[in-house]
Nanobody, 124 residues
Framework: QLQASGGGLVQAGGSLRLSCAAS????????VGWFRQAPGRERIFVAA????????DYADSVKGRFTISRDNAKNTVYLQMNSLRPEDTAVYHC???????????????????WGQGTQVTVSS
């Protein structure tokens, strides 16, 4: 089970840190991705961290502003979001999967396990 938390309301230019905590399984054995879904729009890829080593990928829209990391001791993956913009407003979901193919990690199909989502709202 995955539990996403840390969302909230923040002004443009502000920061939030999202957490994705795993229970019942060891997250270190999984690749983890963050996706987001804005109202009336499809869910899209934000960032992913490979299960092996430092492989990390970001959507172009968040590069240089967001940072994904993992703390295996806490069984948690984080998404640090800086310089937030109104267009970052969405429900953010974390997902985990066993894929070891880095090029797959931007696809929802790589992740059989999903958290419930946390709302991020950025005001202008």
């Amino acid at each position: 089970q995955l539990q996403a938390s840390g969302g909230g309301l923040v002004q443009a230019g502000g920061s939030l840190r999202l957490s994705c905590a795993a229970s019942g399984r060891t997250i270190s054995g999984y690749s983890v991705g963050w996706f987001r879904q804005a109202p009336g729009r499809e869910r899209i890829f934000v960032a992913a961290i490979h299960r092996n080593g430092p492989g990390i990928d970001y959507a172009d829209s968040v590069k240089g502003r967001f940072t994904i990391s993992r703390d295996n001791a806490k069984n948690t993956v984080y998404l640090q979001m800086n310089s937030l913009r109104p267009e970052d407003t969405a429900v953010y979901h974390c997902a985990a999967g066993p894929s070891a193919i880095r090029s797959n990690l931007a696809s929802e199909l790589a992740y059989p396990y999903w958290g419930q989502g946390t709302q991020v709202t950025v005001s202008s």
